[in-house]
T-cell receptor, first 112, second 111 residues
Framework: DAGVTQSPTHLIKTRGQQVTLRCSPK?????VSWYQQALGQGPQFIFQ???????QRGNFPDRFSGHQFPNYSSELNVNALLLGDSALYLC???????????FGAGTRLSVL | QKEVEQDPGPLSVPEGAIVSLNCTYS??????FMWYRQYSRKGPELLMY????GNKEDGRFTAQVDKSSKYISLFIRDSQPSDSATYLC???????????FGKGTRLHILP
């Protein structure tokens, strides 16, 4: 049973560029959330997708957008990258019975 | 005041000692309480999950929730060098699937 998988593992971009990160949820899960984890901090909630709709959003600007596909996989897009967007981006998935989220290994984004 | 407060450490203890990790929170609407372990450059791994006040034990780990004091703890017995990691407390609400994390406590178990 594969857990949450994310790609790519690492990414280096320059300011102003755009980036797309990908996530496949754990088998049997239909809800995907994205978190940003800066160095030395806990993960911060970006948004959550369920039934291909954004169900909830944290305090992140519109430069952060996402998508969920019919197979429940998801993408996180960040436009007009800033140096401050450098972080570990984590995807988490859950089923509908409990609020228990399982995390992937993350994508480490460096913005130069 | 932040919703979840957690001492970032680092906390260094000798192998075999009992470790106590703690978080306080301000929002009484939190219903789910979780502890995640995160190794360097890895994603968080769910360790313990509790829904009510009281204790929950799983092997060497015990999670404790005191809703009246808005205080949660994780105890690690017979600590091992492999327990060296960052431990994140996390909380969520019934109808709100957003999870709020503490900053994490860095733990070092000294052989």
């Amino acid at each position: 049973d594969a857990g949450v998988t994310q790609s790519p593992t690492h990414l280096i971009k320059t300011r102003g560029q755009q980036v797309t990160l990908r996530c496949s949820p754990k088998s049997g899960h239909d809800t995907v959330s994205w978190y940003q984890q800066a160095l030395g901090q806990g993960p911060q909630f970006i948004f959550q997708y369920y039934e291909e709709e954004e169900r909830q959003r944290g305090n992140f600007p519109d430069r952060f957008s996402g998508h969920q596909f019919p197979n429940y996989s998801s993408e996180l897009n960040v436009n007009a990258l800033l140096l401050g967007d450098s972080a570990l981006y984590l995807c988490a998935s859950k089923g509908q019975d409990k609020n228990i989220q399982y995390f992937g290994a993350g994508t480490r984004l460096s913005v130069l | 005041q932040k919703e979840v407060e957690q001492d970032p450490g680092p906390l260094s203890v000798p192998e075999g000692a009992i470790v106590s990790l703690n978080c306080t929170y301000s929002n009484s609407a939190f219903q789910y309480f979780m502890w995640y372990r995160q190794y360097s450059r890895k994603g968080p791994e769910l360790l313990m999950y509790t829904y009510s006040s009281g204790n929950k034990e799983d092997g060497r780990f015990t999670a404790q929730v005191d809703k009246s004091s808005k205080y949660i703890s994780l105890f690690i017995r017979d600590s091992q060098p492999s327990d060296s990691a960052t431990y994140l407390c996390a909380m969520g609400m019934n109808r709100d699937d957003k999870i709020i994390f503490g900053k994490g406590t860095r733990l070092h178990i000294l052989p």
